[in-house]
């Protein structure tokens, strides 16, 4: 008989996000006629921009004609679309990142939590706490974990707390760790990291060879000027991170599918026996391996975001989410709340200040105010007593959660 993955076996519950979805399947049945408002999962509600939606038609009459018809195209990505990446995210910024370093994916969150597949089993992770769920389900998934422990860690993962105390941002490992997963802007507390906190991470991880692995998803939200866009705008930190963007958040893209993954030409690793290879070629091979590519349409609807008209249509749609933020921010501040994030990134993090855990504050949103948010103890034991708000609801449904949350009765 075959025998199971026992790994499975150690993860608690379900994944985050489709336990909510079952909480809120389950109250409607119950209740057909609430209109539930869903700031919870990180959906997009703006439809794809008319640049987008241009390339896409013009990607999909090609696939009707015989000369112009695609079929397997390259599994890394067309040039067109990483010459197009290149130059607008990366060079523009002086960063120096090349078209060929940039893997084309469905998704960010496929990419982090198959990124390990390239390392080896023994080494040291850790993680910010609270933290996208992902790094640690798939660290867990993969056997690089020992057993769920009371204080709802996992045994054999370094976690970093991230609380108000530190402003949500970690302190350095004070043991020893070879891997170290970062997210700015974060997922979920909506902070920030400066240049000179990125730094501080860079030169750790050069000094220490640890590789960094950065997930970028919301970097197309930041406005301050002082905060920077990529990682690799750090002199060094193509020697020691990888980097992960989404267009998901960015440009619509939650249905549609693409992403992309940045593995620097000469970032390496030890081998057993101690020399250093090379990342690239391994996760070359993984992704060649494994995966068939974004198709020609959807990459041809990428590309259009970096055109100066597709580049002004997201910049609008940025906008819309994160005026959605301010009024996110500004209403649970009058109704008590303790307030993080929405200035540079799409989600508000927020303490109800009256000692509620989590969970218990969602259940009283979704019973009594049909609003659906995120249970911080969701994202790590650090998360508890926070919940997350996603501002990529329409703005008539912001206002009316807002509304219906200052009739709550506490």
């Not at 402003?167 to 902070?191: A, H, M, Q, S, W």
């Not at 958040?249 to 101690?274: E, M, Q, S, W």
């Not at 008590?336 to 508000?348: E, L, M, S």
Request: aromatic share 12%; hydrophobic share 35%; proline share 5%.
């Amino acid at each position: 008989m075959a025998q199971i993955n026992e790994n499975y076996l150690k993860l608690q519950a379900g994944y985050l996000f489709p336990e909510i979805g079952r909480r809120v399947r389950e109250f409607q049945r119950e209740n057909p006629h609430a209109d539930v408002i869903k700031m919870g999962i990180g959906d997009v509600t703006l439809p794809l921009t008319p640049s987008v939606l241009r390339a896409f038609h013009e990607g999909v009459d090609e696939m009707a004609k015989a000369e112009t018809f695609k079929g397997y195209g390259p599994e890394q990505g067309y040039d067109f679309l990483r010459d197009a990446i290149a130059r607008s995210e990366y060079q523009s910024r002086g960063a120096n990142i090349h078209a060929d370093e940039i893997f084309i994916s469905d998704g960010s969150k496929c990419d982090t939590g198959n990124i390990l597949e390239i390392f080896g089993q023994n080494n040291i992770i850790a993680v910010q706490d609270p933290v996208y769920p992902v790094y640690v389900d798939t660290s867990v998934m993969g056997g690089r974990t020992g057993s769920y422990l009371k204080s709802g860690y996992y045994e054999g993962l370094v976690y970093m707390p991230c609380t108000s105390e530190n402003g949500f941002i970690p302190e350095i490992p004070k043991e020893r760790v070879d891997i170290v997963f970062l997210c700015y802007p974060n997922n979920p507390t909506g902070t920030t990291a400066g240049r000179q906190e990125l730094k501080k991470w860079v030169d750790y991880a050069r000094k220490n060879k640890v590789i960094i692995l950065f997930d970028a998803a919301y970097e197309a939200y930041i406005s301050d000027p002082d905060i920077p866009h990529t990682i690799y705008e750090i002199e060094g930190a193509n020697e020691v991170a990888i980097e992960f963007r989404s267009l998901s958040k960015t440009a619509g893209f939650t249905g549609t599918r693409c992403a992309y993954t940045i593995i620097p030409k000469n970032l390496v690793g030890n081998a057993a026996d101690g020399t250093e290879k090379p990342l690239y070629p391994f996760w070359y091979r993984r992704h060649t391996t494994k995966f068939n590519g974004v198709s020609y349409p959807v990459q041809k609807a990428a590309a259009a975001i970096f055109t100066p008209e597709g580049k002004k249509e997201v910049k609008s749609t940025i906008q819309y989410y994160m005026n959605n933020a301010k009024v996110l921010r500004e209403s649970l501040a009058k109704l008590g709340f303790t307030v993080f994030g929405g200035q540079n990134a799409p989600y508000v993090w927020a303490n109800s200040g009256r000692g509620i855990k989590s969970w218990d504050l969602f259940d009283k949103l979704l019973q009594e105010a049909h609003v659906v948010g995120t249970p911080g103890s969701g994202f790590g034991p650090s998360g508890e007593g926070y919940f997350r708000f996603s501002s990529f609801a329409t703005h008539e449904n912001v206002l009316k959660a807002m509304e219906r949350l200052n009739k709550l009765k506490w």
